[in-house]
């Protein structure tokens, strides 16, 4: 049955984990995939989440089916988290939110409700460079994608005149997809004024937006803040969807636990219009999976709805954004220290937990092969695994290979 198969394409994020576990040289640094560490390179289990499983631990809790939609609490913490306390939106209820199987699994169901149901062009825009995933996603399903431009190489930085210019010629009614926050890859978003431009820019092109926001909180370390585009489009009238990830800013990976939410047109939007929007997405959900797995959502919504750890959540998120920022410098002046004379300070002003350090194909292919340092080809690092150790060493061979 399966001679005929080609070999597919691996994953250009996951295979750099598979040829680091492959290396045998005892100081390998692995940079690829962006998963947080320790300063002593230890996954890192949030204080907050370490908590709520203690409490769930407690309780005689059942493994019954959740409904479609998942689980209801965890939901509505989902969307205050995303949308703020005080949204227009949810007060008037304008709003479905559904739990999903991590960031990518929200994209994939908004893609594919899209795919189904929107009116419009089905093409969605997407920032270059991106998460590689986008593409795969949109193609899946069943929609094409289209690059808008979105960076400069040479300045290392955005290139916010191309992208408004790109978004000017894009056709009316079709889907553009944004970074909420923290640009994976390149770490630079839109100012406030730009993210206002931008809104205004969608509203008369007649673009429908996908907000995808993978790392709300984790990026500045103050979570209201780092939603701060979504809200601003959602006050300009724009009836978005976000998608949202609670892998990084919980740490919650393999739980695969995330959410999607639709806003509805507060003109038009009635009770019944969302339940027949709930009742085609309920359609899409159990073709896919049936209904969303529970342990991530108890996890979650323990963790917004209690207080005491909502607090520590918003500790331990600061702490993550503070180790970062703080690597960040500590890279840079270790790689004056050792001698590079190049200017690496874009590396200080992006967020998030990669660096796009602008080293090129050929460089990246030196530090792997001759220093076991492990990263993607774009030369994106995650910043997020570097620690005290090892920074000394790879600053040393990010020298060797860029001087
Ligand atoms: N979107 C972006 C931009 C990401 O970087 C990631 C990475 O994890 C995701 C979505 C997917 O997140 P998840 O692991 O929750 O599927
Ligand atoms: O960009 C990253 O490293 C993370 C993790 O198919 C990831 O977003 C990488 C590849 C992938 C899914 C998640």
């Given at each position: 049955w399966w001679s005929q198969i080609k070999a597919g394409a691996p994953d250009p994020i996951f295979s750099v984990t598979e040829a680091y576990r492959a290396d045998a040289n005892p100081q390998k640094v692995l940079l690829g995939v962006g998963a947080y560490r320790t300063d002593e390179g230890m996954p890192f289990i949030l204080p907050c989440v370490q908590r709520a499983k203690d409490m769930l631990g407690e309780q005689k809790l059942d493994h019954e089916y959740l409904p479609q939609g998942g689980y209801s609490e965890f939901n509505r913490a989902a969307a205050r988290l995303a949308l703020g306390e005080e949204s227009d939106v949810l007060k008037n209820g304008l709003n479905l939110t559904v739990q999903a199987l991590g960031g990518t699994g929200a994209i994939r169901l908004g893609m594919t409700f899209l795919s189904r149901f929107h009116t419009g062009c089905k093409v969605v825009y997407i920032p270059n460079p991106t998460w590689n995933n986008h593409k795969n996603i949109s193609l899946n399903s069943g929609m094409e994608w289209k690059f808008y431009k979105y960076y400069n190489p040479e300045q290392k930085g955005m290139n916010f005149c191309g992208m408004c210019e790109d978004i000017e010629n894009i056709p009316e009614k079709s889907i553009i997809l944004f970074h909420a926050i923290a640009h994976n890859p390149t770490g630079f978003d839109p100012s406030p004024d730009q993210w206002k431009r931008l809104s205004n820019l969608c509203m008369e092109r007649n673009l429908f937006v996908f907000f995808d926001m993978a790392y709300q909180g984790f990026a500045t370390g103050d979570a209201e803040k780092d939603a701060s585009s979504v809200r601003q489009f959602i006050k300009d009238g724009h009836q978005v969807a976000v998608a949202q990830s609670f892998s990084k800013n919980m740490g919650l990976y393999g739980e695969r636990i995330g959410a999607l939410t639709l806003v509805t047109n507060?003109?038009?939007?009635s009770k019944e219009e969302l339940e027949r929007v709930n009742s085609q997405m309920k359609i899409v959900i159990r073709a896919m999976y049936s209904n969303p797995p529970l342990y991530g959502a108890r996890v979650v919504s323990q963790v917004l709805n209690e207080q005491a750890l909502r607090c520590q959540w918003l500790k331990d998120i600061k702490g993550m954004a503070n180790r970062i920022q703080s690597v960040r410098q500590l890279l840079v002046a270790e790689l004056k220290k050792v001698g590079s004379e190049k200017n690496w300070e874009h590396i200080c002003k992006q967020i998030g937990m990669f660096s796009f350090t602008g080293l090129n194909k050929e460089q990246v292919e030196k530090l792997t092969k001759e220093h076991s340092v492990y990263l993607t080809a774009d030369g994106r690092i995650s910043v997020a695994s570097l620690g005290g150790k090892n920074i000394p060493y790879v600053a040393r061979a990010i020298h060797e290979v860029s001087k």
């Amino acid at each position: 049955w399966w001679s005929q198969i080609k070999a597919g394409a691996p994953d250009p994020i996951f295979s750099v984990t598979e040829a680091y576990r492959a290396d045998a040289n005892p100081q390998k640094v692995l940079l690829g995939v962006g998963a947080y560490r320790t300063d002593e390179g230890m996954p890192f289990i949030l204080p907050c989440v370490q908590r709520a499983k203690d409490m769930l631990g407690e309780q005689k809790l059942d493994h019954e089916y959740l409904p479609q939609g998942g689980y209801s609490e965890f939901n509505r913490a989902a969307a205050r988290l995303a949308l703020g306390e005080e949204s227009d939106v949810l007060k008037n209820g304008l709003n479905l939110t559904v739990q999903a199987l991590g960031g990518t699994g929200a994209i994939r169901l908004g893609m594919t409700f899209l795919s189904r149901f929107h009116t419009g062009c089905k093409v969605v825009y997407i920032p270059n460079p991106t998460w590689n995933n986008h593409k795969n996603i949109s193609l899946n399903s069943g929609m094409e994608w289209k690059f808008y431009k979105y960076y400069n190489p040479e300045q290392k930085g955005m290139n916010f005149c191309g992208m408004c210019e790109d978004i000017e010629n894009i056709p009316e009614k079709s889907i553009i997809l944004f970074h909420a926050i923290a640009h994976n890859p390149t770490g630079f978003d839109p100012s406030p004024d730009q993210w206002k431009r931008l809104s205004n820019l969608c509203m008369e092109r007649n673009l429908f937006v996908f907000f995808d926001m993978a790392y709300q909180g984790f990026a500045t370390g103050d979570a209201e803040k780092d939603a701060s585009s979504v809200r601003q489009f959602i006050k300009d009238g724009h009836q978005v969807a976000v998608a949202q990830s609670f892998s990084k800013n919980m740490g919650l990976y393999g739980e695969r636990i995330g959410a999607l939410t639709l806003v509805t047109n507060p003109l038009v939007a009635s009770k019944e219009e969302l339940e027949r929007v709930n009742s085609q997405m309920k359609i899409v959900i159990r073709a896919m999976y049936s209904n969303p797995p529970l342990y991530g959502a108890r996890v979650v919504s323990q963790v917004l709805n209690e207080q005491a750890l909502r607090c520590q959540w918003l500790k331990d998120i600061k702490g993550m954004a503070n180790r970062i920022q703080s690597v960040r410098q500590l890279l840079v002046a270790e790689l004056k220290k050792v001698g590079s004379e190049k200017n690496w300070e874009h590396i200080c002003k992006q967020i998030g937990m990669f660096s796009f350090t602008g080293l090129n194909k050929e460089q990246v292919e030196k530090l792997t092969k001759e220093h076991s340092v492990y990263l993607t080809a774009d030369g994106r690092i995650s910043v997020a695994s570097l620690g005290g150790k090892n920074i000394p060493y790879v600053a040393r061979a990010i020298h060797e290979v860029s001087k």
